[in-house]
């Protein structure tokens, strides 16, 4: 699984292909409307290398209907991130909510006194 997880996050590293995956996310598209709004700024063959990246982890599915090649999304690959990404989520969440249990047994302590004069250092 480890293979996939980095061929999926380096396709998600380059904003070219999020973008690319953004408007698959809205339905089929062939390659030349994919690459039209990047035509201006960079080649067909460079569009093109983009999309072959998305293909090679997998998210995005190139079919042949007679002269038409759609592209369509593949949310698999997604997932997989999604779940893994989620461990280091769950963990974060767990240590903020710690954090947040201890800051408030800390200002409650220090609220417990009222002249004012700040706690000595052990």
């Known amino acids: 699984m480890s293979s996939h997880l980095d061929q999926t996050f380096a396709a998600l590293a380059d904003p070219t292909r999020r973008a690319m995956l953004a408007r698959l996310a809205q339905g089929e598209a062939s390659v030349s409307e994919l690459a039209g709004p990047f035509l201006g700024s960079m080649s067909l063959p460079a569009v093109t290398k983009h999309l072959k990246v998305l293909e090679n982890a ?7 209907e007679a002269q038409w090649r759609p592209c369509r999304l593949n949310g698999t690959p997604l997932k997989d991130a999604s779940n893994w990404i989620e461990q280091y989520r769950r963990f974060w969440e767990e240590s903020f909510d710690r954090l947040d249990a201890y800051l408030k047994t800390v200002t409650r302590s220090d609220k417990g006194r009222h002249d004012g004069r700040k706690k000595k250092s052990r």
């Open 58 to 64: 997998g998210l995005v599915i190139k079919t042949r």
